[in-house]
């Protein structure tokens, strides 16, 4: 997959000028050895700063070193009680996301020359973080270990890849939101907030494009592409040419048009007039595009291709948009899924949408027409449409979205797909998240959220979490757990 960042994270240590200098920085070294250890072969090499900080001077310095080393991520290790104003300007000066950790004392044994404060450091760290309004990310616990810090770099990587590609992320949308879809509308002010760019286009240049693409010699090697992707279920072939040219008419409009940045996202339309225009339903182009890194949305959800972006990084893996859609009936519950997992029916749902789920997270796939859009128009110009039921496994379900009122918000919540047939049609698959039903109503339809939700394939509910405790996301949904009351639920049977 491309069009994502690529971390390059630096470790700078700290030290107050009172305490010794060599404390902090074998600290450090120990952190970086015990990183490279247990990580560097998985996630990549840290840059080792040679300029331990004392003051403004070290602090630029030190920044200099950073940014020739190419850095675009950074950790700053108290490794004592380290010096508030210079430790928080690096991060101010730095730009970009940065985490603060600390030192646990090392023994009994050394509690006089070689005790650090740290633990009582990170206090003004923070205070000081909040004075001058910089974000930066602290971890549940920050003071640990050599090992307990290389852990807490680990989880912060995930992190830090996510908010520099939201910093260098273009949105290109086509067309208004479908008019009987205004709950995929929202305002745009907050994707500036995050750092994220917006181009929004007529469907009708979109077409134009199309247009001069007929003929493209790219296309046959498309083609053939698509044809050895979907195999047996290649059940539409005349369709794969019209679909291959709408493939490279996006690719070359995001070549085009992310101008500055480094990263894209697309929020298409594909109804009402699409498909008769066209001649083609958009859904199996937009999962080939996703596979790629380039995550699709349908229905010019812009919130929505902004999760599908946030977990592709994170992830590092093909993620989906579905709608949070239909209950599962209660005699297929019974007859597949009571007894065999660990669910009630409440807990239970099916996640569909007509066909834009990448071939890889399908357990089987068919190219076929869009059911729900043959009821009112010609089979003919409805087809392009991946089915198959989704690959059982664990899930993480999210969205980061913005309120009418330009507020964000957000929720993340665990579950998995299971290996439960669907008999049903589209790219599908049934759903269970422990206390569904409660989420359900408490957080999804109490919180106005759309029927779209982002879908990563594993489980990211904790690196979601604290990626947008650190964008400044204050009100954070989550499925809690049984004996756990809502804000709104009812206490009373």
């Known amino acids: 997959m491309n069009n994502m960042p690529v971390l390059k994270l630096g470790i700078v240590s700290v030290s107050r000028d009172c305490f010794p200098m060599t404390l902090s920085e074998s600290r450090r070294q120990r952190v970086v050895a015990a990183y490279r250890e247990r990580y560097a072969a998985d996630m990549g090499d840290i840059y080792e700063c040679p300029t331990c900080i004392e003051n403004e001077i070290h602090m630029r310095k030190a920044l200099a070193q950073l940014k020739e080393a190419g850095c675009n991520a950074l950790v700053v290790y108290l490794g004592n009680f380290g010096p508030e104003s210079p430790e928080t300007l690096l991060a101010k000066e730095f730009g970009g996301p940065a ?9 009994g044994n050394n509690l006089v020359q070689g ?25 549940e616990y920050p003071v640990g270990t050599a090992e307990e810090c290389a852990d807490m770099i680990a989880q912060f990587m995930p992190v830090a890849r996510a908010v520099v590609g939201l910093n260098s992320l273009k949105i290109i949308s086509f067309g208004p939101r479908p008019q009987d879809f205004i709950a995929c509308n929202a305002p745009i002010k907050q994707l500036y907030n995050l750092g994220v760019e917006i181009e929004e286009n007529s469907e009708l240049d979109l077409f134009e494009s199309y247009n001069r ?53 697309i929020a298409g339309k594909c109804w009402p007039a699409f498909q008769t225009q066209f001649g083609f339903v ?70 569909f949408h007509c066909g834009n789920t990448a071939a890889g997270k399908l357990s089987f796939c068919e190219m076929k027409y869009q059911m729900i859009m043959a009821r009112s128009l010609p089979e003919e110009c409805t087809q392009g449409t991946l089915e198959g039921d989704i690959v ?5 379900v999210f969205r980061l979205q913005s309120t009418a009122d330009a507020q964000l918000k957000a929720y993340v919540a665990e579950g998995e797909v299971l290996p439960v047939a669907t008999r049903s049609f589209g790219a599908i698959g ?6 569904m039903g409660r989420f359900y109503r408490h957080v999804l339809i109490e919180k106005n959220y759309p ?12 690196t979601l979490f604290e990626l947008f405790k650190y964008l400044g996301v204050e009100d954070i949904g989550f499925n809690q757990p049984a004996g756990m009351l809502y804000k709104t639920e009812n206490p009373f049977e």
């Open 99 to 107: 985490m603060f950790i600390a030192a646990a004392e090392e023994s």
């Open 115 to 139: 005790r650090g404060d740290a633990y009582c450091g990170m206090l003004n760290a923070s205070y000081n973080l909040k004075l001058r309004n910089i974000r930066a990310y602290i971890p």
């Open 213 to 265: 693409h007929a003929g493209d010699p790219r296309i046959p090697a498309v083609v053939k592409e698509m044809e050895e992707e979907l195999g047996t279920g290649n059940k539409k072939p005349k369709i794969l040419p019209k679909l291959a040219q709408y493939e490279i008419t996006l690719l070359d409009w995001v070549e085009a048009h992310k101008g500055s940045r480094d990263y894209v996202a």
């Open 282 to 351: 958009p859904c199996y182009v937009n999962s080939r595009l996703t596979a790629k890194g380039i995550p699709v949305s349908c229905e010019v959800d812009i919130y929505g291709a902004l999760s599908e972006f946030i977990g592709t990084v994170i992830s590092q893996d093909t993620v989906t948009l579905l709608d949070i859609n239909n209950s599962v009936p209660r005699d297929l519950f019974e007859e597949d899924i009571k007894g065999r997992y660990p669910y009630e029916l409440k807990d239970t749902f099916m996640g």
């Open 392 to 396: 059982p496994g664990n899930v993480t």
């Open 430 to 435: 049934i759903f269970a998240i422990p206390q």
């Open 451 to 462: 029927h779209h939700a982002a879908v990563a394939f594993g489980r990211f509910g904790k």
